[in-house]
């Protein structure tokens, strides 16, 4: 069942049907398995004209052209003389010619434009779409996100091209809980703790047989298909990057800062630079700094999606025990211990998630930034981070954040005050507590918000 991607849906179906004299184009791009494909293809439902999606592989460029001519013969009987076409040209020139309404969109489109050995693809493109009248839509979609980023860049042939761009991310913890709505919503962050926002694993999930069992069935067996995508299809991805699955070992459930994984790893700084690098370009991982220290010294890197961070931490290192002890040891004797220390971690990440869907929706006004601080004590020599701390116009909100099985008692809140305002160099206009099972006590001091306080929101990319 298709869910969520409701503004991305309406606005590729607001392009397509829409009159134009010229060629339309439009841009989808994202990691793999992240939903782009399925995405065109809810959109394209209900469409008047003739849908054509064409899925482009590493093949030669030769092959790919006749694949593409096979494809457009086979959507319509009205195009089934293209099936002996094998010129680029002949293909978008006959479409314009043939006076239908036409969408044909090129899944994968980075395999085509590296096939080609004749210059650069996107210069052929957009002299043949310069022929073509309104009537066609053009959609390039692909999961090299270097590469389809700089179709938009202002350096590009197709720079100004394009009616519609869009880059598909994860679903926040708002849209991932389409998922498993039914939960209570302790449940429904944890769920998303480990398995993130991604589409493929999340409309796997069966969250009536509860946590454990989705963790043992998704991501312990190594036939199950979600196994399978973060085992071989990530794996195939980030084999273009060397000492990549070191870094995402490294980084586990953690994060670490460049001079950290280069230690940590025995490679040089601008080796691990030059990857790190790669692997942001790819969505893997993410570089992260706090708001009140934006210096490079301080920025540090960690895994973009939780089940991709669950997987490194976990099941990565254990795979040769699963095949051989079997998943329900694994699960008791590795996994289990720390799954609680990854899911209040993971928790507080998701607070971050809640306080910016705030800002977006025009619920706060007065926060600016929301994201970690970093502070320095030299007459302690004491330094450290809160994890959640909102940039206010006068000074900061610090939020503490806590996922425990019971509501949070009085002391811990007052424990945690202390700690908060005995950091002279930060001012603390606000203390926030964020409590997944709720409160043991109320407070005019303090703001609170409970797990389905986060959930009481609507998501911004539903409005």
């Known amino acids: ?22 060629c339309k184009a439009f841009l989808v791009y994202g990691k793999r398995r992240i939903g782009k494909s399925l995405l065109i293809k809810e959109a394209m439902k209900g469409y008047d004209g003739i849908f054509i999606n064409f899925i482009s592989t590493s093949e030669s460029y030769d092959r790919i052209i006749r694949d593409l001519a096979r494809t457009v013969a086979e959507a319509d009987a009205r195009l089934s003389h293209f099936a002996s076409m094998t010129d680029l040209h002949d293909i978008l020139t006959g479409l314009g010619a043939s006076g ?21 693809l996107d210069s052929v493109f957009l002299r043949e779409m310069e022929g073509l009248s309104g009537s066609i839509t053009i959609g390039f979609c692909g999961s090299s996100i270097r590469i389809m980023e700089g179709m938009i860049e202002p350096d590009g042939p197709l720079y100004g091209r394009f009616d519609l761009a869009l880059h598909l991310k994860a679903f926040n913890y708002l849209e991932a809980a389409a998922f498993y709505q039914e939960l209570p919503s302790y449940d429904r962050l944890a769920f998303y703790s480990v398995f993130g926002g991604m589409p493929f694993a999340l409309d796997r999930l069966d969250p009536k047989t509860g946590l454990k069992e989705n963790i043992m069935r998704l991501l312990l067996d190594p036939k199950e298909y979600v196994f399978l ?9 980030i084999r273009k990057v060397s000492t990549a699955e070191a870094i995402l070992r490294t980084l586990g459930n953690g994060k670490a800062r460049n001079n950290e994984l280069a230690s940590g790893l025995n490679m040089s700084t601008s080796l691990v630079a030059a990857n790190t690098k790669k692997l942001i ?6 570089k992260v700094s706090p708001i009140n220290r934006k210096d490079e010294k301080k920025i540090y890197y960690e895994i ?16 040769g025990r699963i095949e051989t002890y079997g998943a329900e040891h694994v699960y008791r004797r590795f996994i289990e211990p720390g799954l609680g220390s990854f899911v209040a971690r993971r928790f507080e990440s998701t607070a971050r998630e809640y ?19 970093w502070y320095d004590l030299p007459r302690g020599r004491r330094n450290g981070e809160f994890d959640c701390v909102l940039k206010r116009d006068d000074g900061y909100s610090v939020a503490e954040c806590k996922f425990l099985n019971d509501p949070m008692p009085l002391a811990l809140a007052k424990d945690e005050e202390a700690k908060i305002l005995a950091i002279d160099e930060l001012d603390v206009k606000k203390v926030i507590f964020v ?17 389905d306080d986060m959930y009481s929101l609507t998501s911004s990319s539903h409005q």
């Open 304 to 319: 973009s999606d939780n089940i991709v961070r669950f997987f490194y931490a976990f099941v990565f290192p254990n795979i």
């Open 355 to 373: 306080f910016i869907e705030r800002i977006r929706k025009g619920d706060d006004d007065e926060t600016s930034e929301v994201g970690t601080y």
């Open 229 to 237: 995508v973060l085992h071989k299809t990530l794996l195939e991805e």
């Open 1 to 22: 069942m298709f869910r969520n991607r409701e503004n991305e849906i309406q606005a590729i179906r607001a392009l397509i049907n829409r009159q134009s004299e010229r």
């Open 435 to 451: 409590s997944a099972s709720g409160f043991a006590f109320t407070s005019d001091r303090w703001e609170l918000i409970t797990g």
């Open 100 to 120: 239908l309404e036409i969408a044909l969109s090129i899944d994968e489109y980075p395999y085509m434009k590296e096939a080609y050995t004749g210059g650069d």
């Open 281 to 286: 370009e790819m969505d893997i991982i993410e």
